[in-house]
């Protein structure tokens, strides 16, 4: 997969972790999406293989990224389902994992503004 492309769709999939609203309207909700905390896990891990690209400095992603990235995988494989999507939703520890994808993606931005940073001087 090229590298690029890979980047995106799995900076996307966190997206989808991070995001409890998103979660609320697809797994619980009357909404036109539709997705699952399983879904949500394939889209991560099956779909992206997840931290398995080789050449991780091509990603575009820095290695605070790539740190950040390793405690969210740690957390979310650690993750038990207590059951309902709405129990996930109300678990303390999911919600350490959304916390957790909401840091990669908040890494990935300021990396990224250090990055235009750079280019700008």
């Given at each position: 997969m ?15 972790v991070?995001d409890?609203?998103?979660?609320q309207?697809t797994?619980l909700?009357p909404?036109?999406e539709?997705s ?5 896990y394939?889209t ?12 991780w400095?091509?990603?575009g992603?820095?290695?605070a ?6 405690i969210?995988?740690?957390?979310f494989?650690?993750?038990h389902?207590p059951?309902?999507?709405a129990?996930?939703l ?6 350490e994992?959304?916390q957790q ?5 908040q890494?990935?931005g300021e990396?990224a ?5 750079e280019e700008n001087?």
């Amino acid at each position: 997969m090229e590298n690029a492309s890979w980047t995106n769709q799995v900076v996307a999939a966190i997206g989808h972790v991070a995001d409890m609203a998103f979660q609320q309207r697809t797994w619980l909700g009357p909404g036109p999406e539709m997705s699952s905390f399983v879904e949500t896990y394939c889209t991560l891990y099956d779909d992206n293989a997840f931290l398995a690209q080789p050449e991780w400095e091509q990603t575009g992603l820095n290695n605070a990224v790539r740190q950040e990235m390793i405690i969210l995988d740690h957390l979310f494989k650690a993750y038990h389902e207590p059951g309902s999507h709405a129990q996930i939703l109300a678990d303390p520890k999911w919600q350490e994992v959304v916390q957790q994808a909401q840091q990669v993606l908040q890494t990935i931005g300021e990396g990224a503004t250090k990055a235009r940073q750079e280019e700008n001087s």
